[in-house]
């Protein structure tokens, strides 16, 4: 639920929503993703136009802050992130996304797109403000420790199912998403910088050491080493949209209903960077009646 001024106001997390079939849901959702997010290219959309406004007219821009109590059903444990001004900021002025912008808009997909289908049987989150580099460089074996630990809440790993981790490479940095499958022993990496995981070698010791622990723990047999995939991804062209790359690889991934994710998932940018700056703006405006009432 959200908060404010000691104020509980319930929202949707706290709601079912009805199940649908297996083959409803991922055609379904993608259409309605599609229709619902304006494509509009060098000027602000209305949407952002309209979200801006309602917040001037809010308190939030004179200090308030709203507290986003997520259940475990989205990182595996109870986790509540704060939303204030500089936040908003960050969607308005297109700026570089912060954690808090980053969990909020993955708690609306798994609201949205996941909460009493299927997909929640496909798809985890793992939460970017406990696995990130600042966190692997001053204790690693409490990071791989934490990832074990999210693994370990999925009662059957032995399907093939996705934990997504939005990786940061530390103070605010570069934006990377990392996709595992521990059934199959696949890692699939999405940056849109060029390169690959190689530029994060303490984030791949990491993570490959968690999913062998995972493993041993559960008495899973490992037949292969671990495989790293190098999905070929849009690429950003400013210095700041990895985290809305990010945030469209998840929404895109969740959406399609992909486990398996190909070499080229996204054959070009068309279309791909108009629509950037408006996910986190759907998020919030999908949830107005609570952020501003």
């Known amino acids: 639920m959200l908060k404010k001024a000691g104020k509980h106001i319930p929202t949707k997390s706290g709601t079912k929503t009805n199940p649908k079939s297996q083959k409803e849901v991922p055609g379904q959702m993608l259409d309605k993703a599609s229709k619902e997010i304006p494509t509009t290219s060098g000027t602000k959309s209305q949407i952002v ?11 939030i821009m004179h200090g308030a802050i709203r507290s986003v109590d997520m259940d475990e059903g989205v990182f595996g444990i109870a986790h509540s992130e704060l939303i204030a001004k500089e936040d908003m900021l960050q969607l308005f002025e297109h700026e570089e996304l912060g954690i808090a912008v980053i969990h909020t808009y993955i708690w609306y997909m798994y609201d949205t ?16 403000s406990r ?13 791989m420790n934490e990832l074990v630990d999210r693994f370990m809440v999925a009662g059957d ?42 530029k994060y070698p303490s984030m791949k010791k990491t993570v490959d050491a968690a999913i062998l622990k995972f ?3 559960k008495n899973y047999r490992n037949r292969k080493d671990i495989t790293w995939v190098r999905v070929q991804c849009p690429q950003q062209n400013n210095s700041n949209d990895c985290g809305f790359f ?16 190909p070499k080229m998932v996204w054959n ?23 952020l501003f009432s």
Request: hydrophobic letters at 45%; proline letters at 3%.
């Open 49 to 59: 136009m309209r979200l801006e406004k309602m917040v001037e007219e809010s308190d």
């Open 113 to 128: 797109l996941m909460r009493g289908t299927e997909l929640c049987n496909r798809f985890n989150f793992i939460a970017a």
């Open 131 to 143: 696995i990130n580099t600042t966190f692997i460089t001053k204790n690693p074996i409490s990071v």
């Open 157 to 198: 790993n032995t399907t093939p199912n996705l934990y997504f981790l939005p990786f940061n490479s530390g103070n605010g940095g570069h934006w990377v998403l990392v996709a595992m499958d521990l059934s199959r022993l696949m890692v699939y990496y999405l940056d849109s910088l060029p390169g690959n995981w190689s």
């Open 215 to 217: 493993r041993s723990k």
């Open 246 to 261: 990010v945030l469209r690889f998840m929404r895109d991934i969740i959406a399609l209903n992909r486990i398996d994710i």
């Open 268 to 290: 070009n940018n068309l279309g791909f960077i108009l629509i950037l700056s408006d996910i986190s703006s759907n998020l919030l405006l999908n949830h107005e009646y609570v």
